[in-house]
């Protein structure tokens, strides 16, 4: 997969991985020649316009190498563009569903899909003219060049997303060309990769041992657990760092893995962020801590002589640019700039045996090495832990009643175009979320809308107080928190959506002065989110034992997707 910068590059390679081809992202200008083993080649969506000046390109070679290529969407404008044809912008823009009109063919990328079918188009520009050699396949009533192909040269691309759900048959356009088009056969399967993933262990450890900053999430936990299996339990140790800012029983759940030793620090974490209100402040002391502790183990458990390399749960998205969060990459630099940690990376002492897997295939090879689905199956939990979630305030401020909702004067982080916002939050009284759309769209500023669900007293009603992370308020945290997750497993809804934060804002009145948030979202890889309905009854439980917990006056749920809201709130 050539990324030329589209945020489905990773789609299109795990759908070509489910079909159990092996695939990689490569930057979209990969010199021809570092792609002559690969037996087909996919050149993604994208954001620019083949003019935009600095727009991403390809190696035009790629065309001489005798190989398959697909491109899709900025892909296909791409191919034309470069192969001789011409792309112009659109009169409209055509985003969301389209109905395409196939071509009956006999060439094998269309083979069988002939007819009007639904796909998913986002697009302004289009080709207008086709290159030589090329016929239109394919038209939607707005883009007349929707597919095209040269089978002779097994040139192929199209202008919807076939690797996005809402494109009806889009499984068996990729399937067409991995199979008929670039004869791959269906060889690659996460599971049956563990004993060469323990061979290259080996290899990668001689007769040295690893250790591990394990973290309880799924990565670390697989890649550790990988490692004992290779080498035997040993020659393998993992540290976990309590930070304090860790969910109920998490110390607890993570204990349960063998060779594992808990490092205290929670006294530590506290003491740094006492008295802290400012988001990045507290993410940069966490960050910072995390650098002392780790710094304090090497040092102290002398794991920085020969006899040790270090392992990482590393997985495919984090090794290449345009994967992860920018929030979670920070994190990472923080761990990365322990000067030992940094040694032993540059000096090639480190074992990452899931870089070439998505987080999917993790779940899957974690399944074959016998792990739990109550560890496998865990929803994302971010690196400062309940710290971003117990939101403060520097000082006292009242609701504020205005004609479309209440504002409550907590802020919050969002995106907002390319850029960071941080501003207040509008409540208004129902779970409505065309209602909360029109209204963040609309109103300048807020970048969140939350519906309350039960309060104590009327919001307008409470205020705003001044707080800081204190052991009680993050206790309260967790103990919402643990209710939240309690109840989500108990009715099996944690299977339906990507993540659950519960924030604790520091809204309330007098003999109560906390509210808690619910954000429920799906995601596929949390760059976007949509916050979702939950069962009614289940937001009722939910509502009844989180509003009877000491300290806490209300219940609010939010309605806003990301962008413009972050998941997290700080
Ligand atoms: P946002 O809030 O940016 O979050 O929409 C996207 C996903 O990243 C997680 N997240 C983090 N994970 N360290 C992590 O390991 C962090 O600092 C961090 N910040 C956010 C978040 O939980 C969500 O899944």
């Given at each position: 997969?050539?990324?030329?910068?589209g945020?489905?590059?990773?789609?299109?390679?795990?759908?070509?991985?489910d079909?159990?081809?092996?695939?990689?992202?490569?930057?979209s200008?990969?010199?021809?020649?570092?792609?002559?083993?690969?037996?087909?080649?996919?050149?993604?969506?994208g954001?620019?316009?083949?003019?935009?000046?600095d727009?991403?390109?390809?190696?035009?070679?790629?065309?001489?190498?005798g190989?398959?290529?697909?491109?899709?969407?900025?892909?296909?404008?791409?191919?034309a563009?470069?192969?001789?044809?011409?792309?112009?912008?659109?009169?409209?823009?055509?985003?969301?569903?389209a109905?395409?009109?196939?071509?009956?063919?006999?060439?094998?990328?269309?083979a069988?899909?002939?007819g009007?079918?639904?796909?998913?188009?986002?697009h302004?520009?289009?080709?207008?003219?086709?290159?030589?050699?090329?016929?239109?396949?394919?038209?939607?009533?707005?883009?007349?060049?929707?597919?095209?192909?040269?089978p002779?040269?097994?040139?192929?691309?199209?202008?919807?997303?076939?690797e996005?759900?809402h494109?009806?048959?889009?499984?068996?356009?990729?399937?067409n060309?991995?199979?008929?088009?670039?004869?791959?056969?269906?060889?690659?399967?996460?599971?049956?990769?563990?004993p060469?993933?323990?061979?290259?262990?080996?290899?990668?450890?001689g007769?040295?041992?690893?250790?591990?900053?394990?973290?309880g999430?799924?990565?670390?936990?697989?890649?550790?657990?990988?490692?004992?299996?290779?080498l035997?339990?040993?020659r393998?140790?993992?540290?976990?760092?309590?930070?304090g800012?860790?969910?109920?029983?998490?110390?607890?759940?993570?204990?349960r893995?063998?060779?594992?030793?808990?490092?205290?620090?929670?006294?530590?974490?506290?003491g740094?962020?006492?008295?802290?209100?400012?988001?990045e402040?507290?993410?940069?002391?966490?960050?910072e801590?995390?650098?002392?502790?780790?710094?304090?183990?090497?040092?102290?458990?002398r794991?920085?002589?020969e006899?040790?390399?270090?392992?990482?749960?590393?997985?495919?998205?984090d090794t290449?640019?345009?994967?992860?969060?920018?929030?979670?990459?920070?994190?990472?630099?923080?761990?990365?700039?322990v000067?030992?940690?940094?040694r032993?990376?540059?000096?090639?002492?480190?074992v990452e045996?899931?870089?070439?897997?998505?987080?999917?295939?993790?779940?899957?090879?974690?399944?074959?090495?016998?792990?739990?689905?109550?560890?496998?199956?865990?929803?994302?939990?971010?690196?400062?832990?309940?710290?971003?979630?117990?939101?403060?305030?520097?000082?006292?401020?009242?609701?504020r009643?205005?004609?479309?909702?209440?504002?409550?004067?907590?802020?919050?982080?969002g995106?907002?175009?390319?850029?960071?916002?941080?501003?207040?939050?509008?409540?208004?009284?129902?779970?409505?979320?065309?209602?909360a759309?029109?209204?963040?769209?609309?109103?300048?500023?807020?970048?969140?809308v939350?519906?309350?669900?039960?309060?104590?007293?009327?919001?307008?009603?409470?205020?705003?107080?001044?707080?800081t992370?204190?052991?009680e308020?993050?206790?309260?945290?967790?103990r919402?928190?643990?209710?939240?997750r309690?109840?989500t497993?108990?009715?099996?809804?944690d299977h339906?959506?990507?993540?659950f934060?519960?924030?604790?804002?520091?809204?309330?009145?007098?003999?109560?002065?906390?509210?808690?948030?619910?954000?429920?979202?799906?995601?596929?890889?949390?760059?976007?989110?949509?916050?979702?309905?939950?069962p009614?009854?289940l937001?009722v439980?939910m509502?009844?034992?989180?509003?009877?917990?000491?300290?806490?006056?209300?219940?609010?749920?939010?309605?806003?997707?990301?962008?413009p809201?972050?998941?997290?709130?700080?």
């Amino acid at each position: 997969m050539l990324d030329a910068g589209g945020q489905y590059c990773h789609l299109i390679s795990r759908k070509v991985r489910d079909l159990g081809v092996y695939a990689e992202v490569r930057a979209s200008e990969t010199p021809a020649a570092e792609l002559a083993s690969a037996r087909g080649i996919v050149i993604s969506g994208g954001p620019s316009s083949v003019y935009d000046p600095d727009s991403p390109t390809v190696d035009p070679a790629i065309f001489t190498l005798g190989k398959p290529v697909l491109g899709i969407c900025y892909g296909q404008q791409l191919m034309a563009h470069l192969l001789g044809g011409r792309v112009r912008k659109g009169d409209k823009g055509e985003y969301g569903l389209a109905t395409l009109q196939l071509e009956d063919a006999a060439d094998p990328m269309f083979a069988g899909l002939a007819g009007a079918q639904q796909v998913w188009m986002s697009h302004r520009d289009v080709v207008d003219r086709v290159p030589e050699g090329f016929r239109i396949a394919g038209r939607t009533d707005t883009c007349r060049i929707a597919a095209i192909a040269d089978p002779a040269r097994k040139f192929f691309a199209v202008q919807f997303h076939l690797e996005v759900v809402h494109t009806a048959r889009g499984r068996e356009y990729l399937a067409n060309f991995v199979f008929a088009v670039c004869g791959c056969r269906p060889d690659w399967d996460p599971r049956h990769r563990v004993p060469l993933l323990e061979q290259e262990i080996r290899e990668s450890a001689g007769d040295r041992n690893v250790f591990f900053f394990v973290s309880g999430g799924v990565d670390s936990s697989v890649a550790f657990t990988l490692c004992t299996r290779a080498l035997g339990a040993a020659r393998v140790r993992g540290v976990y760092v309590d930070t304090g800012l860790m969910r109920e029983g998490e110390t607890d759940f993570v204990r349960r893995m063998p060779n594992l030793s808990v490092e205290h620090a929670d006294r530590q974490f506290l003491g740094a962020l006492a008295g802290v209100t400012d988001p990045e402040r507290k993410r940069h002391i966490i960050g910072e801590e995390f650098v002392c502790v780790q710094e304090r183990i090497i040092e102290s458990r002398r794991l920085l002589d020969e006899h040790w390399i270090l392992g990482q749960g590393t997985i495919y998205p984090d090794t290449i640019e345009s994967g992860g969060t920018a929030k979670a990459a920070l994190i990472k630099t923080h761990h990365n700039r322990v000067a030992g940690i940094q040694r032993l990376i540059d000096s090639g002492r480190i074992v990452e045996p899931l870089k070439s897997f998505y987080k999917d295939e993790v779940r899957e090879v974690g399944r074959e090495l016998g792990l739990s689905p109550e560890l496998l199956d865990r929803h994302p939990f971010p690196g400062p832990g309940l710290a971003i979630r117990c939101l403060c305030a520097e000082r006292d401020e009242p609701v504020r009643a205005t004609a479309d909702g209440l504002i409550l004067p907590v802020h919050s982080v969002g995106v907002q175009g390319d850029s960071r916002s941080y501003a207040p939050v509008l409540a208004i009284d129902a779970i409505d979320h065309v209602r909360a759309t029109e209204l963040i769209n609309r109103l300048r500023e807020v970048n969140r809308v939350v519906a309350a669900v039960q309060t104590a007293a009327t919001v307008e009603s409470m205020s705003v107080r001044a707080a800081t992370l204190t052991p009680e308020r993050i206790a309260r945290l967790r103990r919402a928190d643990a209710v939240v997750r309690r109840l989500t497993h108990a009715s099996g809804y944690d299977h339906a959506i990507w993540q659950f934060p519960v924030i604790l804002i520091p809204l309330g009145t007098s003999t109560a002065p906390d509210s808690v948030v619910l954000r429920p979202v799906h995601s596929v890889d949390g760059m976007t989110a949509q916050s979702v309905v939950m069962p009614p009854d289940l937001l009722v439980n939910m509502c009844r034992e989180v509003s009877a917990l000491e300290g806490i006056a209300g219940v609010f749920y939010d309605l806003t997707h990301k962008p413009p809201g972050t998941i997290e709130w700080e």
